[in-house]
């Protein structure tokens, strides 16, 4: 079990009252200032029963994103916001790229293809991981059963993804024997957010080696751009080899989106494994709810050669530029 390390653990609170009067952007630089590394995610799908919606807009939910370091992510602020203000756009937004959207149906092939790429370049030249965990939504469905959608208790499908995703960083932080704690940025405006943020206490943060993840805009936090291509993508490459759509997109940059090709995961829960996956987050969740220290234990004597190898060249510091 990793030990707490409490004078880390309120960085978050101390970043947000130093910038209370100051603009998101500027809340998330003070808490990047904190840590060395940093993930960025978004999802594809929304999670059946929260908001007004009684069921998901789509057959999957997929919580994606990259992991790099800090440094590696300011390089990457600068081009991206670069080639996106070249092209006259406040934000990249993958969904109205893919379906030719505003303002993209006015683009021919040529141009589209010489943007696009720009963008998929910056991506290889920065992501050090990408990870991506979804869920089917029937199965998610057959797991809870419709009438447990309004249990205060319940255990949302973003919950287990976006939780995957941070266990996955967090496994190879602890085997890397990380000393920081890791920050993780979601995008804002998920209805699951806030009852999957109150579902990690400090003990689990510490225990995770984590920050208190946040929820943040894409325009704010730029590299969730990239977040937010990553899950749209996966998740329509997953839909299209699982046989749930049989029209296939125009066009797929998955492929292009999973980088570096041998640095990531991309897993979609089958139904035995959600089931006890969920049982055992929802029992973890009614103990914390008692009060109770509910965190994660993770086994380094189980650790491969190839993990530690592949934890270790994850979290290297960058070399420095020189001139």
Known sequence: MLSPRSSQGNVAHLATSLFANRSPRKVVMGMLAANRFTCHWDESGTDPGTGTKSKSDKDLLIVAGYFAHVDEWKDFEKKWDRTVKSANLPYFHMVDFANLNSPYNGWDEPRRKRFIDRLLHIIAGTSRAWIAWGIEIDAYMEVIKAKNLLDKDIVRAYHICARKCIQSVALWSIIARHPHKVLHIFDRGNAAWDSFAASLPQPQLDSLNILAPIAQSKTDVIPLQAADALAHQTARHLELSMGLKKKEP???????????????????????????????????????????????VVDLGKATPLQVRIASELFKEPQRKHG
Do not use: H, N
């Open 250 to 296: 125009r066009v797929l940059y998955s492929k292009e989106l999973w980088t570096p090709p041998m640095s990531g995961i991309c897993r979609v829960i089958d139904r035995p494994t959600l089931s006890q996956m969920y049982w055992d987050e929802r029992r973890a969740e009614q103990l914390r709810m008692r009060g109770f220290d509910v965190r994660q």
